[in-house]
């Protein structure tokens, strides 16, 4: 037998259960929409926290190889390291050297080397020693000193390429000049070795 009463709370019951059901659905809908939002926003922020790579710093670039005459060495380290003249070698920054002027851009590619006469002991009197070339042997870099000219001006610098590790500088004289000249029982084929290369030339 049916019973008014609990027919209309039956039929109370059906929308308040839908209703009920939908607002779950809903609930359930907004959580996973804003969790989607947040997990979004997690990513796009991973994304602009990872590190730009620096760009490469440029590498300078030698402005030219040959003789440097605004170049000289300074006057402490005047020590003979030949016969004759004193010769130091290293980058273009090295404080051992002083340059008269603007100082041209040089590179790890290059050294440079610096001579004088001044202070140091020779039994040659002369005129003293000016850079009459630069000479390449294998790997090695070979100065050629000479007696200074009137001809040409005096040279006491010279930028040269970086023959590497594995690679020395040498001076050699030219002719009878007495400068460059390797210490008596030192040396071979005339050459007095004054340095060696760096890494990365």
């Known amino acids: 037998m049916c019973d008014p009463s609990a027919v209309r709370t039956s039929l109370l019951l059906i929308p ?3 209703l009920a059901f939908l607002s779950c659905k809903a609930s359930v809908k907004a959580d996973v ?6 997990d979004a926003k997690e990513e796009d922020n991973a994304f602009d ?4 790579a620096a760009e490469p710093q440029p590498i ?3 402005e ?11 006057p402490a380290q005047r020590a003979a ?8 070698v290293g980058p273009g920054n090295d404080p051992n050297l002083e340059w008269y002027g603007d100082k041209p851009d040089i590179g ?13 002991e020779c039994e040659h009197k002369g005129r003293g020693p000016s850079i009459a070339a630069i000479d390449r042997e294998g790997q090695d870099v070979i100065v050629v000193l000479e007696e200074f000219k009137d001809t040409r001006p005096i040279a ?8 590497g590790p594995t690679g020395s500088i040498y001076l050699r004289a030219r002719g009878s000049a007495p400068y460059g000249r390797p210490e008596v029982g030192k040396g071979y084929r005339n050459l007095c070795k004054i340095g060696s290369g760096s890494g990365n030339p």
């Open 16 to 18: 308040l259960a839908a």
């Open 49 to 52: 926290e990872v590190p730009q």
């Open 156 to 163: 006491l610098g010279a930028i040269i390429p970086n023959p």
């Open 81 to 88: 390291s030949c016969q004759c003249v004193a010769a130091v």
């Open 33 to 38: 929409n804003v969790g989607s939002k947040e």
């Open 64 to 74: 030219y190889f040959g003789i440097a005459r605004r170049l000289t060495l300074r």
């Open 108 to 120: 790890p590619d290059a050294l440079v080397v610096a001579i004088s006469a001044e202070g140091i």
């Open 60 to 62: 300078l670039q030698t």
